[in-house]
């Protein structure tokens, strides 16, 4: 039962910060768009906007894995 509650919480805390650095991006892009700029500009560099992008991905997959501890724990009881 405590494993599964360190599943939640992991998952939870991951879709938070997914959510927020998806918003975080978003006002990055309304921000681009109105200021006719272009998102390497605002980030320093081609490498940090990769490295933003990067950072969207591992959120994501960290959700979806995190989302399957929970269900697979669940299923081998």
Do not use: H
């Amino acid at each position: 039962m405590r494993k599964r509650k360190l599943s939640i919480t992991v998952f939870l805390l991951s879709l938070f910060s997914l959510l927020i650095s998806l918003k975080l991006f978003w006002n990055l892009g309304v921000f681009v768009d109105e200021y006719s700029l272009s998102p390497d500009i605002v980030n320093g560099g081609d490498f940090w906007l990769a490295m933003d992008w990067l950072r969207l991905l591992l959120l994501l997959l960290l959700c979806v894995v995190s989302g399957i501890s929970i269900f697979r724990g669940k299923q081998n009881k």
